[in-house]
């Protein structure tokens, strides 16, 4: 599936949304209905996923969209970065991280989320980077996401797993993992190795 249908599908649920958020007219609401079943169809046939699952996915969506927030965490050691293996995704290895909760400060959703996969603490120095999912390498989605990168020190804790990840291990830049690609990308961790090494680098964004 090309970004462009995807970009096409998301918008196309965005505005089904909003509209079944604000519309009380009968018509209209079958209107944005028959919308959000077309974005579905569009995001099915390009994905090759079933149509019922993302349906499902749409229909429990309410309220105003917006793009969903995905903090990850970058931690070092000995110029080694840690990553932990992504059970869900065949045990392929990414950056701790995952969803902000509502009333979640970005920084401090990093730090959980690492704490929870890792077992490790760690400390937030700086944002390295804002990135709209769908303009980085990731596979098809069905929401627009923006990613949070941080660059962290870790300051205590000891190795654990999670129900989600499994072990935690470091990794030299030139010696990456299979990754989950659907998370981070290598190109995302060179540039958390870029970041670390020269702090004083500004925070990259995406623009249009």
């Given amino acids: 599936m090309s970004d462009q249908w995807l970009a096409w599908g998301q918008k196309l649920q965005a505005l089904a949304q909003n ?3 604000y519309s009380q007219n009968p018509f209209d609401i079958e209107r944005f209905e028959a919308i959000r079943a077309i974005a579905a169809e569009m995001i099915s046939t390009g994905a090759g996923l079933e149509v019922k699952n993302i349906q499902a996915i749409f229909e429990a969506e309410s309220g105003y969209a917006t793009p969903k927030l995905d903090v990850r965490a970058a931690a070092f050691q ?6 932990v293996r992504e059970m869900l995704d065949g045990g392929r290895w990414t950056l701790p991280g995952g969803w902000m909760d509502p009333g979640d400060t970005p920084g401090g959703a990093a730090a959980r989320e690492f704490r929870e996969e890792t077992g490790y603490e760690v400390r937030p ?3 390295a980077a804002v990135y709209e999912r769908g303009r980085h390498g990731h596979p098809v989605f069905y929401f627009s996401t923006i990613k949070l ?3 962290c020190e870790i300051t205590g804790g000891s190795p ?5 990840t ?3 291990a470091f990794f030299e830049e030139d010696g990456l993992p299979e990754l989950s690609i659907a998370r ?9 190795f870029k970041h670390w090494r020269q702090p004083d680098l500004p925070t990259e964004f995406d623009t249009d």
């Fill in 19 to 21: 509209g079944l958020a």
């Fill in 166 to 168: 499994g072990e935690s």
């Fill in 184 to 192: 981070v990308t290598s190109t995302q961790i060179h540039m958390l």
């Fill in 125 to 127: 120095l700086k944002l």
């Fill in 160 to 164: 654990a797993t999670s129900n989600e």
């Fill in 78 to 83: 000995d110029n080694k970065i840690l990553l």
């Fill in 149 to 151: 990168y941080f660059v």
